[in-house]
């Protein structure tokens, strides 16, 4: 065998072997660490129902002050 040929059947031994390892390394992070359409999904209802618990412990908030001032101001008749 040549060294020519055995140069460009080296070269695509590696290059086959790099695919494959990419490919394999590709599959494990898709599989660990991407999280699935539902995954997302469920993060950003939990996120969305939390910037409304915000809103409304907010306006509770100012509700209740709103009473209290109510409250503490004298009553006359």
């Known amino acids: ?4 040929k055995y140069l460009i059947y080296s ?3 590696l290059w086959t072997m790099m695919l494959i390892i990419g490919l394999a390394a590709g599959i494990i992070h898709q599989i660990r660490f991407q999280d699935s359409a539902t995954h997302l999904h469920l993060n950003r209802e939990v996120a969305s129902l939390g910037f409304q618990n915000a809103q409304l412990e ?3 908030y100012k509700r209740e002050q709103e009473i209290i001032k109510i409250l503490n101001t004298p ?3």
């Open 1 to 4: 065998m040549s060294l020519k």
């Open 11 to 13: 070269f695509c031994t």
């Open 58 to 60: 907010g306006s509770l």
């Open 75 to 77: 009553y006359y008749e």
